[in-house]
């Protein structure tokens, strides 16, 4: 989808010839003399419409108004979370009309960060997955192609700035929504990897893929025993992005990348057991926020890596009370198969050891205690160092992608101990979500770590089943803010040649 910028006030508005125009209209309205105002301020004397956030008030053919739909949408004070909220329901209203292109209007000077959401909410409210169905060409192609974002003050750098940075993180979020909706069988770790290397192509971007010979090599027990049951071969993805001096400590991500998680042994109950091909929703933010890296160029280096594996019992697969070797030494009694998602992960966080990182952060569905403790609301985030969990809980509040700071006390560890390893990978179920990361932090004491558990908030169940793409927004937010504001003002080279600064970009 096009997205673009466009300095706005409702006279010009009115005239504008777009099919569909959202009018989004904040608490204390002061009607000019144009006829958008006109019929806000009728519809509000007449009690069909308030500014209150969630109101909406279609209208079709209005007088004096070149739009053919307009929909009225209260953004209360106006707040990003607000937009957020009224812009989904406006452009889900109008899903049936078969606008190419569609106009929201900032009634009044929106505030910081209201543009962005403006951006998120319509491409969130428009994607449509496409991947594995027939798509008749008139009644399910997406037909939205083109959203213009008016505000009065939209000629203001400032709202310049926000805007573009918002349409790289739709395109994040936009790719990792694709990959983790895509089921199990079309997306094996060998097409994450092909993915991972189409990232690759970007400029200041470059892909290694491993296989299994490589990850053997390296010592990966841990990380190979999860694959073993397993008739698709796994992948260890390795992305680099490169915004900054070679000799920069990178930022590592680290997704969890279980295309599949059947449980093993350990299997997992029959209902609902399909939603466990959202097991790579961590491996897809890092997917989706190399794509948004790509995109903005920021000052500084990320790596990027991913586990990539199916969880399947069968006659090799892993048993209850093996004990694997993991790349760090350490043994693992693994007393629970269905709980992979750290073996793999402890692996790859000692891979990044080699990276000399300034932070790791790595992403996973890891545990259904985590669902239960903070809901689809907020991920979990767990960190041993208190700088980085102020950094990461900040981006999540600024992108509208928020998560929890959960505890991370010694004792919680009591139940790791087993008298057959170094370390079992289970405890009990109280506060499973934190043993999960008592169980990662033993491999991330080289550097400053956090984890995000995203059980509950990379996908949504029930009717609205599908990945959020979430917490894409909230990486590249960290991220950005990483690079500093004055090294992202600098000019830089770039593979793909300068072609200045884009009003306009493609979705
Ligand atoms: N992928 C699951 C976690 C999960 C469960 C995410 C439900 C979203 C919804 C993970 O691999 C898992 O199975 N975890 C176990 C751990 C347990 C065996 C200690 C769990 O949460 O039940
Ligand atoms: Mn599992
Ligand atoms: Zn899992």
């Known amino acids: 989808m096009d997205f673009e910028l466009v300095s706005l006030r409702l006279t010009r508005a009115a005239a504008d010839k777009t099919p569909a125009l959202i009018v989004l209209v904040q608490d204390g309205f002061t009607s000019g003399e144009d006829p958008i105002s006109a019929l806000v301020r009728r519809a509000i004397d007449a ?11 279609a209208s079709y053919g209005a007088a004096r108004i070149a739009a053919a739909h307009v929909l009225l949408a209260g953004i209360g004070d106006g707040s990003a979370a607000q937009v957020r909220k009224a812009v989904a329901a406006a452009v889900t209203a109008l899903k049936g009309a078969p606008a190419k292109s569609l106009t929201v209007c900032f009634a009044q000077a929106a505030t910081a960060g209201a543009i962005a959401a403006a951006v998120q909410a319509v491409a969130d409210a428009s994607y449509v997955y496409t991947a594995t169905r027939t798509v008749d060409k008139d009644k399910d192609r ?31 979020v936009q790719l990792a929504r694709e990959w983790a909706n895509r089921p199990a069988n079309h997306a094996t770790p060998t097409r994450l990897a092909e993915a991972a290397k189409e990232l690759g192509k970007l400029p200041r971007i470059e892909c290694e893929v491993l296989g299994p010979k490589e990850v053997a090599k390296l010592g990966m027990g841990a990380f190979q025993a999860v694959a073993q049951g397993s008739g698709e071969e796994l992948r260890f993805i390795v992305l680099r992005y490169q915004g900054a001096a070679k000799g920069e400590a990178p930022v590592v991500l680290v997704g969890k990348g279980i295309t599949f998680d059947t449980g093993g042994i350990s299997l997992k109950p029959a209902p609902e057991m399909d939603e466990m091909k959202f097991d790579m929703s961590g491996a897809a933010s890092v997917l989706g926020t190399f794509r ?57 966080l000692s891979y990044a050891e080699r990276f000399k990182p300034r932070a790791v952060i790595d992403i996973a569905t890891l545990t259904g205690a985590c669902v239960i403790a903070l809901g689809a609301v907020r991920s979990g985030l767990f960190a041993s160092d208190d700088g980085l969990a102020e950094a990461l809980h900040a981006a999540g509040e600024s992108a509208l992608d928020l998560c929890w700071r959960m505890p991370l006390d010694d004792d ?95 979705n």
């Open 47 to 57: 009690g069909d419409f308030a500014t209150e956030s969630g109101k909406l008030l």
């Open 142 to 172: 997406p037909k939205l192609k083109q959203a213009v974002i008016g505000a009065p003050d939209g000629d203001a750098d400032a709202v310049q700035a926000e805007f573009e940075q918002a349409v790289g993180v739709v395109r994040g």
């Open 292 to 348: 948004a890296l790509g995109e903005l160029k920021p000052a500084l280096n990320v790596v990027g890596l991913i586990p990539a594996s199916e969880n399947m019992p069968d006659g090799r697969a892993i048993k209850p009370g093996d004990v694997v070797t993991s790349m760090s030494g350490q043994t693992i009694e693994i007393l629970n198969t269905d709980a992979e998602g750290r073996l793999v992960l402890c692996d790859a």
């Open 412 to 506: 919680y560890a009591e139940g790791l101990k087993t008298n057959f390893a170094d370390v079992a990978n289970v405890a009990g179920r109280p506060a499973g979500a934190v043993t999960a990361a008592k169980f990662l932090q033993r491999f991330a004491k080289a550097y400053p770590w956090a984890h995000l558990d995203i059980a509950g908030t990379a996908w949504k169940g029930g009717k609205a089943k599908g990945a959020t793409g979430r917490p894409v927004g909230l990486l590249v937010h960290y991220l950005l803010g990483q690079a500093g504001a004055a090294a992202a003002a600098e000019p830089k080279p770039d593979k793909s040649g300068g072609k200045g600064k884009p009003k306009a970009r493609r």
